[in-house]
């Protein structure tokens, strides 16, 4: 499986971001093509699915929500695949992991090239209220994204 590519992911995210068709039966061809592309597209995908855009008022449910990550994780086995999958479904829940967990799980996908779209759920997964955990998990996901651009990744 390829980690990540990043040109193939910009446009492929480009043809659904804020858009994603979660009512649709499109929305399986976009978790299929995803998990074709890269890790790090079908990441993208499943960011769509645990953050999706609340400017719609037809908001999608939760539990179609949960029935598309269950689709998602029908895609080929990988190390990180549980692990940002337990933050997707605290977004998708409304339970907020305790930033130390948070950064934890980033480090872990930090050592992982280019999975921009895992690290930013569990960024986005994890409870930065206090001013102790904002500049934990800020640090953190600066630091991972400052390696990444160095290794152009």
Same mark, same amino acid.
Request: net charge negative.
């Given at each position: 499986?390829?980690?990540?590519?990043? &040109?193939?992911?910009?446009?492929?995210?480009?043809?659904? &971001?804020?858009?994603?068709?979660?009512?649709?039966?499109?929305?399986?061809?976009?978790?299929?093509?995803?998990?074709?592309?890269s890790l790090n597209a079908a990441f993208c995908v499943l960011n769509e699915l645990c953050r999706p855009p609340h400017l719609d008022p037809c908001?999608?449910?939760?539990?179609?929500?949960?029935?598309?990550?269950?689709e998602w994780t029908s895609g080929p086995d990988h190390p990180l695949k549980a692990l940002v999958l337990h933050a997707a479904n605290a977004l998708?829940?409304?339970?907020?992991?305790?930033?130390?967990?948070?950064? &934890?799980?980033?480090?872990?996908? /930090?050592?992982?090239?280019?999975?921009? =779209?895992?690290?930013?759920?569990?960024?986005? =997964?994890?409870? /930065?209220?206090?001013? &102790?955990?904002?500049?934990?998990?800020?640090?953190?996901?600066?630091?991972?994204?400052?390696?990444?651009?160095?290794?152009?990744?």
């Amino acid at each position: 499986m390829i980690l990540h590519n990043a &040109e193939a992911e910009m446009a492929f995210v480009a043809s659904f &971001e804020a858009r994603f068709p979660y009512v649709d039966a499109s929305a399986s061809t976009l978790i299929r093509q995803g998990w074709a592309i890269s890790l790090n597209a079908a990441f993208c995908v499943l960011n769509e699915l645990c953050r999706p855009p609340h400017l719609d008022p037809c908001t999608v449910s939760n539990d179609r929500l949960r029935e598309l990550v269950f689709e998602w994780t029908s895609g080929p086995d990988h190390p990180l695949k549980a692990l940002v999958l337990h933050a997707a479904n605290a977004l998708i829940d409304d339970r907020p992991l305790h930033w130390r967990e948070g950064v &934890e799980l980033m480090r872990q996908v /930090g050592s992982y090239d280019g999975q921009r =779209a895992a690290v930013g759920i569990v960024y986005f =997964a994890s409870d /930065g209220d206090s001013t &102790e955990g904002d500049e934990a998990l800020t640090d953190t996901l600066i630091g991972i994204q400052q390696r990444w651009d160095e290794k152009c990744v």
